[in-house]
């Protein structure tokens, strides 16, 4: 089945620094969910994007619904050792459809 | 309001028994989601489904397993027969019926089978 790309796969960085990922589709979407899954949790939802070049932030979290409705990208200003985790990118084109996921994206804080 | 719920959060089960796993959505919530998760990789689609109707079954294996969501109560994720392949973490996720809100879907805590 379809699959969304994300990218980087893994990433180290140090305390304070900040962040960008970004994740793509072969097609358009309406929806764009941004996760983050702590080990041994379930995923949690971050941001929620519905419109082509929306930006929307929560904290130090920001995140943009692609002006081509095939991309989003996630950035996490001045990181700190709890934003450990995997973060996940999901969408989707209407209620008629499930989510797609993307595989992923392994963040390491170093102190 | 409580989240998703997902029960139990661990079951461990021989080769050959059966495992239920149960979810119950958010409050108004009536599309549920199930998903598969090995350790260290990602999120692998099952069913989705809403109340009394399975929209999309394309990631399910087409022998030993099943889900329903019945008009009352939980939905289920039913595995036959399981073998030690089918241990995993399994996530529910719920979001709410299109017209109702914005679109969106949350997840539960997991249920993590092991068979042994």
């Known amino acids: 089945g379809q699959q969304l790309n994300q990218s980087p796969q893994s990433m180290f960085i140090q305390e304070g620094e900040d962040v960008s990922m970004n994740c793509t589709s072969s097609s358009i979407f309406n929806t764009w969910l941004w996760y983050k899954q702590e080990p041994g949790e379930g995923p949690v939802l971050l941001i929620a994007l519905y419109k082509a070049g929306e930006l929307t932030s929560n904290g130090r979290l920001t995140a943009q619904f692609g002006i081509t409705r095939k991309d989003s990208f996630l950035n996490i200003s001045a990181s700190i050792p709890s934003d450990v985790g995997i973060y996940f990118c999901a969408g989707r084109y209407n209620y008629g459809q499930n989510f797609v996921f993307g595989p992923g994206t392994r963040l390491s804080v170093l102190p | 309001n409580a989240g998703v719920m997902q029960n139990p959060r661990h079951l461990v089960r021989r080769r050959g028994q059966e495992a239920r796993l149960r979810c119950s959505p958010m409050k108004g919530h009536s599309h549920v989601y199930w998903y598969r998760q090995l350790p260290e990789e990602g999120l692998k689609f099952m069913v989705y489904l809403q109340k009394e109707n399975i929209i999309d079954e394309s990631g399910m294996p087409k022998e030993r397993f099943s889900a329903e969501f019945p008009k009352e109560g939980p939905s289920i994720l039913r595995i036959q027969q399981v073998v030690r392949g089918d241990s995993a973490a399994y996530f529910c996720?719920?979001?709410?019926?299109?017209?109702?809100?914005?679109?969106?879907?949350?997840f539960g805590p997991g249920t993590r089978l092991t068979v042994l």
């Open positions: 996720a719920s979001s709410p019926p299109s017209g109702t809100g914005l679109d969106t879907q949350y």
